[in-house]
């Protein structure tokens, strides 16, 4: 393409954003450079101008195998030139293998899928499923949460400056602190139907509860009836380098969400499993819950791609090991630069980097695109930044991007030490 060509289709695109899009996220744009999104592969992207990105913040989580894994782009476009969505008057061979792999690899007995397009969709499905479980309207969610922006997923979530503008929300939610056992134990009333919790919290800004704890959340739920409902939106699919985080604390949720990655990158793709004994009034009524495009064949066909792929490729140990390889480098460039990192945590490649404030985070993810690398601040916990790169990402792309990272924090430095001794 050449560049004059290159040049109207930026500047069309920013004019169409600010006319048609939203005016606000311009300046936003405009902060990161005057470009546009172009193409990508594994776990670089290009812009317009054949620039190259390495991809720190994985979309964010939802890349797990890349942009364009083979294997996922191959099995929708056979399914795209055979009947990518669905007259749904019969079965669909599709979401089938989709609900039986997905029932094969979530713990324990989870079986039943309902299947959507979105993290958000997948636990408005799964709160309504445990009010339909249950009887009952009460759930308790953490503190800091984040569980999507539509009316219920939002009424979960857990950050002020989302709910605010959109009350009354849900009724009948209510939160508490986010790995305590025992406020949930205290909160818990003959209202309550469900618990619903994210293994650790992504959007908050990487937090990790303390080991017994999810132990502890199954007990107190079983020992007090209600449902636990585990959003796997963020955490799935491998990124914590178990195919699902909260087995690392060995329990079975009654319902699991899932979404992001599991589309594998390439399509839109939520689902929320659950029990059998929670999914008996669906048996009953099947159409309680629906969605016209839910289960699109070309969507399941990407989701089964994917799972057979972190299975086939081995990308679980491999997230741990790299997960490990980037924790490390993180935590040296902490020791560099101690005057403005306060904390580096995560699991696998599930990684929060926290700054002294919000503003340093800004600046740094800012700086880091330039230098050709992206990674974003967390919605909930402006203060981290969530580096979740895709699983296959390399030792030496893990080193460049640690490279480039330590660059845009040497700017920062140098940009914060002029300003402090100017007049
Ligand atoms: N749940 C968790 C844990 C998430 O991190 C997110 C998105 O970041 C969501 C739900 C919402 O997913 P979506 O943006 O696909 O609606």
Redesign the pocket.
Same mark, same amino acid.
């Given at each position: 393409m050449d560049p004059a060509e290159r040049r109207r289709i930026v500047e069309e695109t920013f004019r169409k954003y600010g006319e048609f899009v939203n005016p606000g996220l311009v300046l936003l744009f405009r902060l990161g450079g005057e470009t546009v999104e172009w193409e990508a592969e594994g776990a670089i992207v290009r812009d317009i101008d054949g620039k190259e990105y390495l991809d720190f913040s994985g979309g964010?989580a939802v890349f797990i195998l890349g942009h364009r894994h083979p294997r996922v782009v191959q099995a929708v476009i056979e399914q795209i030139q055979r009947m990518p969505a669905s007259v749904r008057a019969m079965p669909r061979p599709a979401e089938a293998d989709l609900a039986a792999l997905l029932a094969e690899v979530t713990p324990g007995d989870l079986r039943f899928s309902f299947f959507c397009h !979105? #993290? !958000? &969709?997948a636990?408005e499905g799964a709160i309504k499923l445990a009010r339909l479980a249950t009887g009952k309207p009460g759930i308790i969610a953490t503190e800091g949460a984040?569980? #999507?922006k539509t009316m219920g $997923?939002l009424s979960a979530s857990g950050r002020d400056k989302y709910r605010q503008p959109f009350q009354p929300l849900v009724p009948g939610f209510k939160h508490v602190p986010f790995g305590d056992a025992d406020a949930l134990a205290r909160a818990i009333d003959d209202r309550t139907g469900a618990f619903m919790v994210?293994p650790i919290q992504? &959007?908050a800004g990487v937090r990790l509860p303390p080991d017994d704890y999810l132990p502890q959340v199954r007990e107190i739920c079983d020992r007090r009836g209600i449902l636990l409902i585990v959003?796997e939106?963020?955490t799935g699919m491998g990124r914590t380098g178990r195919m699902f985080a909260c087995e690392h604390a060995g329990i079975v949720p009654d319902i699991l969400t899932t $979404?992001?990655g599991l589309g594998g990158g390439v399509m839109p793709l939520?689902a929320f499993t659950a029990r059998p004994h929670v999914w008996e009034k669906m048996t009953a009524d099947p159409f309680l819950h629906s969605s016209t495009m839910g289960g699109n064949q070309a969507a399941c066909a990407a989701g089964v791609a994917t799972i057979r792929t972190i299975l086939e490729e081995n990308l679980l140990p491999r997230a741990t090991e790299m997960g490990n390889l980037l924790l490390a480098g993180l935590r040296e460039l902490q020791r560099r630069h101690a005057s403005l990192i306060r904390d580096v945590r995560g699991k696998g490649l599930l990684l929060g980097v926290e700054f002294e404030n919000s503003d340093i985070a800004l600046m740094v993810a800012g700086w880091a695109l330039p230098r050709g690398l992206i990674a974003y601040f967390s919605l909930n916990n402006p203060t981290v930044l969530r580096i979740a790169p895709p699983l296959i990402i390399t030792r030496e792309q893990i080193a460049t991007g640690l490279d480039r990272l330590d660059g845009a924090l040497n700017d920062v430095t140098q940009l914060l030490q002029e300003v402090e001794s100017s007049p």
């Open positions: 964010p !979105s #993290g !958000s &969709e636990n984040f569980h #999507g $997923a994210e992504g &959007e959003d939106v963020q $979404a992001k939520g």
